[in-house]
């Protein structure tokens, strides 16, 4: 249940909305519930690095969470995910599949 939590304080520090606008600090939250399975916030952080808002600008670990997020049932990063490899290069593709095959 924490896991939501982690997310919905994301958010605010996204929104700014109680709390100074952080990008940053709404990473750290993303990360925590992520990296336990949380699909939401699999799905907001692959966002943040296909943004490059909070962190560095990187489509390949943008993919490997879209992918973990779907794998964990988010149905709505199958379109982002398609929309992110229409702007992936060929290598970055391969790079990402064979990074999210490692993992598995």
């Not at 606008?21 to 939401?40: F, N």
């Not at 808002?53 to 709505?76: C, F, H, M, W």
Request: aromatic fraction near 8%; charged fraction near 25%; hydrophobic fraction near 35%.
């Amino acid at each position: 249940m924490w896991k939501g939590y982690c997310v919905a304080l994301a958010n605010l520090y996204l929104l700014g909305k109680g709390v100074p606008k952080d990008s940053s600090e709404a990473v750290r939250w993303l990360r925590r519930a992520a990296e336990q399975g949380d699909a939401q916030a699999q799905a907001n952080l692959a966002s943040l690095y296909e943004q490059g808002k909070g962190v560095p600008l990187d489509y390949i670990t943008a993919y490997r969470l879209y992918q973990r997020s779907i794998q964990a049932g988010n149905e709505g990063s199958k379109s982002r995910i398609k929309n992110l490899l229409r702007i992936m290069t060929p290598r970055q593709i391969k790079e990402g599949s064979t990074l999210d095959q490692r993992m598995n």
